[in-house]
């Protein structure tokens, strides 16, 4: 097994050179693939298509790419991009680089990237360190193979050494693989070979995505396959974006040599300008010169334009005016009036509205070089892909809609401050599982009269705006009752009759005209709108300390933790609200000395699961309160949290919200 990985060297050493910095140029190829579950292969297939045409250009130490080093290669590949899929979920970029180094000893080796954007998902099942600084690379750790898998310890096997380097908002894991049996050139080639090296290196990494288009294979089996795999990769992509994004990786090089996509700015009015979301090109040299020529002169489509292709003359030469690609072509006409030769700068391109709906939301532009048409089969398919594309921009947006009124009406139904208790800190965890829909969970800190602060953590049964309705509702009743000068279980028992009168009649007039408008139907009419809630109030003590008084409404029960690592719960399971009249709900009273420490959750804590397990099975939650002895508030919650996400691979999937409060 290789050894454990040192910190990665990012300084150049004297008396050696990498790849390109003697003998050519630093030769390197990357793509970028979303999160998703089709990233694996489609990385495995770039790095054998980038080793194989690293062979083709004759790169010196393609000599020593046997095949065992592309296995070795795609397995690495796979193993990272699979776990910054499923870990991070978020958009994955794989780079692939030849570094060569001189001395007396010349080598090389292959080293592969693979970044995400999510920093703060920790890579082994280790407790990460604090946030290292931006810059600072990381050494990896092989993790429990038992409980994480053997991934990692496959790539501490292949590789000669690998690591983590953090930067802000990414995180790159890497690994190097010496490539066998090669020997440096003897000499420097000379200036022919190194403009030919050159040339390589600028293609290079474009190349490895390019494939020879074949027109005849869009037949009545090529394209169907084609639109499924689209609808597939575009299906469920809630970023429209990241949908232009993939619909440019599909277009290009299959369909097309270079597309721009441009979006329509939602509720701009007639004069706002549609933006130009993404522009991709075979050649990745060619993407920012065509970027700044269609932002020069971008296209615009006849008011009458239907769904369909339309012609539009070819973009001005990449880096060049429009003054310049005339007299060009105009020289190129005198020499030769035959149409451009495949591979060319000049070409046909066709534009195509992006419409869902009936409602115009951007415009497609993709061109071919070298064809003086785009093949009748090939504009139809285009077409085609372009209604799907169509669909998943305004799926896309109409989530972000409801994502943006949820965020907006989760504001207003949570505290916008909580209120700082003398003598106790606090700190409050909420993460609502769904940013697209309202969640059940909701808390409060407020003062009331006599010198008194309460304190509330909620869970309503459900989400959305049935939930909604009822966290509307509770919140203020809760805040109401307690000023009135009720004690704890006298303000439980009202708000379980309040509920019983009143909030079911509203959350069912609300669940009606969801349903009314459009919406889905959440539920049958009769079933209940249940509450659980840990409700309690602090009393600050003369002598340091507060007196706690708590009650438990079917909720998780508070947890106290003493300074000596002692956990026990702080209240007695009672009846949920909303479900029986007549419950004489009953409180618990306690202090809360210096140095206590008492821990409240919602069941998204303690019912987190990982496969049939729940994290507070065994008394699990009160075994990680354990270990925040002597932690501020701030730090409790935060390992509380970093355990509960840690507990499965896959992100929470119900509302996490927690309450500390610290004695100090």
Not at 109 to 130: I, K, Q, W
Not at 435 to 457: E, K, T
Not at 619 to 629: H, K, N, S
């Amino acid at each position: 097994m290789a050894p454990i990985p040192l910190q990665r060297d990012t300084v150049q050493r004297p008396g050696t050179a990498r790849a390109g910095g003697v003998y050519g140029p630093r030769l390197a190829s990357r793509t970028s693939l979303p999160g998703i579950p089709l990233a694996p292969s489609a990385a495995r297939r770039f790095v054998r298509a980038a080793l194989a045409e690293w062979t083709g250009l004759g790169v010196p130490a393609a000599v020593g790419f046997s095949d065992r080093l592309a296995d070795d290669a795609v397995t690495v590949t796979n193993e990272l991009v699979t776990n910054a899929v499923v870990h991070a979920g978020t958009t994955v970029d794989l780079v692939l680089r030849l570094e060569e180094e001189g001395g007396d000893e010349p080598s090389a080796a292959l080293v592969l990237e693979v970044t995400d954007h999510h920093p703060a998902r920790p890579v082994s099942g280790d407790e990460p360190d604090p946030a290292p600084e931006p810059g600072r690379a990381v050494a990896g750790e092989l993790p429990d193979p038992a409980e994480y898998g053997r991934g990692l310890q496959l790539v501490a096997t292949l590789a000669d050494s690998w690591g983590i380097t953090y930067r802000t908002g990414l995180k790159t894991v890497w690994a190097r693989l010496p490539v066998d049996d090669w020997s440096a050139p003897p000499a420097p080639p000379d200036g022919e070979a190194l403009r030919r090296g050159l040339r390589a290196a600028e293609i290079l990494a474009p190349a490895a995505r390019r494939t020879e288009r074949d027109d005849a294979v869009w037949d009545s089996r090529g394209a169907p396959a084609f639109l499924a795999e689209a609808s597939d990769l575009l299906a469920g992509q809630l970023d429209e974006d990241l949908v232009a994004a993939i619909a440019g990786q599909l277009l290009v090089p299959r369909l097309a040599d270079w597309c721009a996509i441009w979006l329509e700015t939602e509720g701009g009015g007639p004069a706002a300008e549609p933006r130009l979301a993404r522009v991709w090109h075979s050649d990745e040299t060619g993407a920012e010169p065509l970027r700044t020529a269609l932002e020069r002169a971008p296209v615009t489509l006849p008011a009458g334009a239907g769904s369909g292709p339309v012609p539009v003359p070819w973009p001005a030469h990449p880096g060049h005016t429009a003054e310049q690609a005339g007299e060009a072509g105009e020289a190129r006409e005198a020499e030769d009036p035959a149409p451009p030769h495949p591979g060319g700068r000049d070409g046909a391109a066709l534009a195509f509205r992006i419409t869902a709906g009936g409602r115009m939301l951007g415009t497609v532009l993709v061109g071919r070089e070298g064809d003086a048409q785009v093949p009748e089969a090939v504009s139809s398919l285009i077409e085609d892909f372009v209604r799907r594309l169509g669909l998943a921009v305004g799926a896309a947006r109409a989530y972000t809609r409801q994502a943006t009124i949820s965020r907006i009406l989760q504001r207003g139904l949570l505290p916008s401050k909580v209120a700082d208790i003398p003598g106790v800190t606090s700190s409050l965890v909420y993460e609502p599982s769904d940013d697209g829909v309202v969640g059940g969970d909701f808390y409060d800190i407020f003062p009331c009269p006599g010198d008194r602060w309460c304190f509330v953590l909620g869970d309503v049964q459900g989400s959305g705006p049935e939930a909604a309705v009822v966290t509307g509702l509770a919140r203020p009743w809760l805040r109401l009752l307690s000023r009135e000068g009720f004690g704890v279980g006298e303000v439980l028992d009202r708000l379980n009759r309040l509920l019983l009168d009143d909030a079911m009649e509203a959350a069912e007039a609300a669940a009606l005209m969801v349903a009314a408008a459009g919406g889905q139907q959440l539920h049958d009419g009769t079933q209940s709108r249940f509450l659980s809630l840990l409700y309690g109030e602090v009393v600050p003590l003369p002598d340091g300390g507060v007196r706690c008084t708590v009650a438990s409404a079917g909720h998780p029960l508070p947890l106290l933790l003493r300074p000596d690592g002692s956990v026990r719960p702080a209240a007695e399971p009672q009846v949920l609200l909303g479900v029986v009249e007549d419950v004489a709900y009953e409180s618990q009273v306690f202090d809360l000395a210096p140095g206590d420490t008492l821990l409240c959750v919602t069941d998204g804590v303690t019912e987190r699961r990982s496969g049939p397990l729940m994290f507070d099975d065994g008394d699990g939650l009160a075994r990680v309160l354990a270990g925040c002895a002597g932690l501020p508030a701030e730090a409790t919650a935060e390992k509380i949290r970093r355990a509960v996400h840690e507990f499965a691979e896959r992100p929470p999937d119900d509302d996490v919200a927690l309450l500390v409060l610290h004695a100090d």
